[in-house]
Each structure stands twice: as structure tokens, then as C-alpha cells.
């Protein structure tokens, strides 16, 4: 089962604009993590948030965090065509052990040229 | 990038057979993880080592086994390959000691089985 759902499913938007994307979770979470995936590539860590955290940013990057409702958005800002990608999140539930993240299906963001 | 080599990258081969996968790491880290990414299913997690000798079991780790008999190698085997576990495989690794870090991800291993 998926612990995190990310919507929309998928997202086309034209250059300069910002892409935003939301995930929500089931259960307690330690933190909540959010990681690109490039077609036909390994996933790559953008940025992580602590239950205890409201925002974070990193760059054109701007991750929220509501543990009230259980959900957490991503926003790209200023979209470039090299941002065309999967975008997921994973949580690490509680007091896990061992990083065992838990990951959503997924954002399919398209950048148009 | 971090040190994580997976092989083989792509593979062929007919239900019933064994299939082994190999996520080898350079950079020491303690807990390696193994995961595969199905369309509709996201990435879910077949089992985990926290070090060498010791593994637990994942979200769908049926059908799969393990073994680390050293630090920078985690092996995945499929026993029996069956159509159901056509799929891409990603090993990852843990970037600290402890827990609550971020994960390092491999370049993946499609597996087809016919």
C-alpha cells in the first residue's frame, strides 16, 4: 500500500511558469521527502522536511508541510524544461528504523518550451 | 554521485528461472535497500540490510531473498521468476548512520520475465 498520493497524477505547463504538486500521507510521519526522477533514471533527493518544520526551501524549490492535515505540496518555481520529470514523495514513518521511506505513485510534470 | 552500481542494467529471461541482481556500493554506508517501481504502484520496498548479515523484509517481499555478506554488495534473487515480477529494480542506499536520511538511488535493472 502507498502511504503517500501525490496529485495531480500528471501536469503540463509552459516554461516560466510554476508547477505545483501535492502529496498526502496516512499515518504519523518523522519526515517527509520529495525526490526526481528523470526518464529512465535512479531517483534523486530534492529535499527533505521534518515533521516539526512548516517550509523549506532549496533554490527554485519551496516545500510545505501541514501534519494537521497530513499533506505536503512541492513548488517549482520559474519551470525550465530541464524540470520535465517524475516527482515523488516518501515518508519515513514515526520512529522507523532503517530509512524505510514510503513512496507515492507519483507526478508526471511536463515543461513546454 | 554517490558510489551505487547496480548490474545487471537490463535482463531477459523465462518464468522459472533464478535471477540475481547485484547493487554494489563504494561509499560505506550501513543500510542498503531494494526496491522496484511498477506504473500505477510508485516505488515499493522488497527488503532492506541494516548491515552486513542482518536483513528484514519489506512491503512485497515475497517471492525475492537477500543476502550481504559484505558492506558494499546487496544481493536481490528471485528463486522462481514469474511474469508478476517483470518490473525495474532500484537499489538504494542510506546517505547517513542513522535513520531519517535521504536515500541515494541506483540507475535501476529491468527485469523481463516471459
Known amino acids: 500500500s502507498q502511504q503517500g498520493e501525490e496529485d495531480p497524477q500528471a501536469l503540463s505547463i509552459q516554461e516560466g511558469e510554476n508547477a505545483t504538486m501535492n502529496c498526502s500521507y496516512k499515518t504519523s510521519i518523522n519526515n517527509l521527502q520529495w525526490y526526481r526522477q528523470n526518464s529512465g533514471r535512479g531517483l534523486v533527493h530534492l529535499i527533505l522536511i521534518r515533521s516539526n518544520e512548516r517550509e523549506k526551501h532549496s533554490g527554485r524549490l519551496r516545500v510545505t508541510l501541514d501534519t494537521s492535515k497530513k499533506s505536503s505540496s512541492l513548488l517549482i518555481t520559474a519551470s525550465r524544461a530541464a524540470d520535465t520529470a517524475s516527482y515523488f514523495c516518501a515518508t519515513v514513518e514515526g520512529r522507523a528504523a532503517g530509512n524505510k521511506l514510503t513512496f507515492g505513485g507519483g507526478t508526471r510534470v511536463l515543461v513546454k518550451p | 554521485d554517490a558510489g551505487i552500481t547496480q548490474s545487471p542494467r537490463h535482463k531477459v529471461t523465462e518464468t522459472g528461472t533464478p535471477v540475481t541482481l547485484r547493487c554494489h556500493q563504494t561509499e560505506n554506508h550501513r543500510y542498503m535497500y531494494w526496491y522496484r517501481q511498477d506504473p500505477g504502484h510508485g516505488l515499493r520496498l522488497i527488503h532492506y540490510?541494516?548491515?552486513?548479515?542482518?536483513?528484514d523484509k519489506g512491503e512485497v517481499s515475497d517471492g525475492y531473498s537477500v543476502s550481504r555478506s559484505k558492506t558494499e554488495d546487496f544481493l536481490l534473487t528471485l528463486e522462481s521468476a514469474t511474469s508478476s515480477q517483470t518490473s525495474v529494480y532500484f537499489c538504494?542506499?542510506?546517505?547517513?548512520?542513522?535513520?531519517?536520511?535521504?536515500?541515494?538511488f541506483g540507475e535501476g535493472s529491468r527485469l523481463t520475465v516471459l
Open positions: 540490510s541494516y548491515g552486513v548479515k542482518d536483513t
Open positions: 538504494a542506499i542510506s546517505g547517513r548512520q542513522t535513520n531519517t536520511g535521504e536515500l541515494f
